[in-house]
């Protein structure tokens, strides 16, 4: 090979390895979904398929499903299709950390809700009694009651796990901020 090639060849290489660090985002969460139609957001995930862990991709699946949770229970739309083309609507032109932490907004409400429902569950069963020479019953109570508190304490536990998840993504970006 000329003198004048060896030279070469190696700024070529680290031209190309600039250009391939420039196009691709430092950040995978700064990548923006597109997500108007189904096979658009197919698509989108193909093209990012390589930006994000196999862990990244439960994460924000995980994000999608609990976003999807919150429309059905809203009723804003019913049967798979109705509540994926909603749920696409609303995260098309987000980045996919402002996906994650809408997941993780509506997973912390519907685990709130989930919870304050078993305390109240768990305040009416506080007041249940049973006859004293009733051991069955006295003994199922108690493993009710233990069942009730563990499932408490793992509500809160679950909660307070999203809360720091989606601290951890950074604060949401203002309305009156320009987007990026």
Request: with cysteine.
């Amino acid at each position: 090979m000329p003198a004048s090639r060896r030279r070469i060849f190696p700024a070529l290489l680290a031209c190309a390895g600039l250009l391939a660090a420039g196009c691709a985002p430092a950040d995978p969460l700064a990548v923006v979904v597109t997500a108007d139609t189904a096979g658009a957001f197919a698509t989108w995930r193909i093209g990012v398929g390589s930006d994000f862990t196999r862990d990244g991709w439960r994460e924000f699946d995980d994000a999608v499903q609990e976003i999807k949770f919150e429309i059905m229970a809203a009723n804003l739309a019913t049967g798979g299709e109705a509540v994926a083309t909603v749920a696409r609507g609303r995260i098309d032109g987000l980045a996919a950390r402002e996906v994650l932490r809408l997941g993780y907004t509506a997973k912390i409400r519907r685990l709130g809700a989930d919870r304050a429902g078993l305390a109240a569950a768990m305040e009416q069963n506080s007041r249940l009694t049973t006859r004293a020479d009733d051991t069955a019953s006295i003994a199922r109570l108690a493993e009710v009651r233990r069942k009730q508190e563990a499932r408490l304490l793992q509500f809160d536990a679950d909660i307070a796990a999203a809360t720091r998840r989606r601290t951890a993504l950074g604060p949401a970006p203002s309305a009156s901020a320009p987007a990026p």
